[in-house]
């Protein structure tokens, strides 16, 4: 997260809007890049408890291997570009190369509290290779026609030929190493771990929340209300994508009880993001691929997200399936839908959570992804594709090839 100078959101926003196009073209050279975003974060004046916040630029990126690499990448892809963005950031000098970009990342690095991937271990060429084999695997299963064929002779036949199209058509039939060792924890034992931390923080927020709710009777606050233009904005960037990214950003409540409860509900959350890891459903949600939770120094809660489908469908499954985990981690921030005990009600008032949620978003000036017409679904299906095609196919992996076709 990089400070702006006064004056600077504007010139960036501009900046942004008219070289977008350009910037994602120029990340495509990026091959250890997923997903990223450049966002603003705007600024605001002092609140009653005399806290103020400077407006950030936001460089997100989800990407494979390590930082420094992944930086250079960046750097030789569009050097000039970053340069003319932080041009405008607070203590970044122009002129220090990739080195100096490097330097300037690492002093504002934000790290994330919780962070959850679909399916690591699985890298941007790995992705999109494995999407190459799913079309070739699909065009000869169309092409095959004549008298019917027992299932693992057809399986066994289409595996003949995909060994024969592999090199020439940019993929390979071999098996991965994701690095997913052991037992993933169950979410019983991630909250076992944690009991007597949890017992405590719902006895307490059942005051804290209660008191919020008096609060709410004795003085005239609104429910925070979407910005029509944002909104609309917003809307543009999501029209027609397979794909979408949401960034969010709301203020922490006041009190040293809110900022505790918070991190403990992210240091949960991020135990179970490592667990689902293994399955690629976070809180049974297969929609999203990565998932990330920033808490910055000046109390404001940033959540970026890159998920399949459209947002109305996004926050229906987080209402049906994660409202509890949601409701956890966002009552602790400002606006939020009504809560008891800390999980009890916020995100269950559908309509108040909808509102909420698109009064904070923000639109990204710019968002990039390397496989946009992906689901994580389709990316973990098309790997285990590539896993039952890498070892002789047997009746049991013929009929597992199937399903996965047919899912």
């Known amino acids: 997260m990089f400070p702006v100078r006064g004056g600077g959101v504007a010139a960036l926003d501009a900046w942004l809007d008219a070289h977008a196009a350009d910037v994602s073209r120029r990340l495509r050279a990026v091959t250890s890049l997923h997903f990223g975003r450049f966002v603003l974060l705007p600024g605001s004046a002092a609140d009653a408890a005399n806290r103020a916040v400077e407006p950030l630029l936001g460089l997100e990126t989800n990407f494979d291997g390590e930082l420094e690499p992944h930086l ?38 934000s790290e994330a509290s919780a962070f959850f991937s679909a399916h690591p271990g699985l890298t941007v060429g790995r992705v999109q290779a494995d999407a190459r084999l ?53 979410s019983l034992r991630v909250l076992a ?69 918070l991190r403990l509900a992210l240091r949960v959350t991020d135990e179970l993001a ?41 926050l229906g499954d987080f ?11 966002w009552s602790n921030t400002q606006g939020f839908p009504a809560t008891i005990g800390w999980v009890l009600g916020g995100a269950r008032d559908e309509a108040g959570f909808k509102r909420w949620t698109r009064a904070h978003q923000l639109p990204a000036a710019l968002w990039y992804s390397a496989y946009p017409e992906l689901s994580a679904r389709e990316v973990l299906a098309n790997a285990e594709l590539r896993e039952l095609f890498a070892r002789e196919v047997d009746a049991k992996g013929a009929r597992r090839v199937l399903e996965v076709l047919r899912d």
């Open 319 to 329: 209402i049906e399936r994660a409202s509890k985990s949601l409701t956890m981690i």
């Open 72 to 109: 250079g990448e960046l750097w030789s892809a569009l050097g000039a570009e970053l340069e003319a963005m932080l041009a405008q950031c607070v203590g970044f000098a122009p002129g220090g190369g990739a080195v100096g970009f490097g330097r300037y990342v690492r002093a504002h690095l």
């Open 274 to 314: 490592r667990a689902a890891a293994f399955t690629g459903s976070l809180g049974g949600i297969d929609s999203i691929h990565f998932a990330r939770w920033v808490l910055l120094p000046d109390g404001r809660l940033v959540f970026f997200s890159d998920y399949g489908g459209s947002w109305e469908s996004y």
């Open 134 to 186: 799913r079309r070739h695997l699909g065009r000869y299963l169309d092409e095959q026609g004549g008298e019917p064929v027992e299932p693992l002779e057809l399986i066994q036949r289409a595996q003949a030929a995909l060994r024969v199209a592999a090199s020439s058509a940019g993929f390979e039939l071999v098996s991965v190493d994701r690095g997913l060792t052991g037992k993933p924890k169950s």
């Open 193 to 261: 771990g944690h009991a007597l931390e949890l017992l405590r923080t719902v006895a307490l927020a059942v005051v804290h929340d209660f008191a919020d709710l008096l609060r709410g009777l004795w003085t005239d606050t609104q429910p925070p209300r979407p910005d029509p233009a944002l909104v609309a904005r917003a809307g543009r960037e999501e029209a027609g994508r397979l794909v979408n990214g949401l960034t969010h950003v709301a203020r922490l409540k006041p009190g040293s009880f809110r900022r505790a409860a």
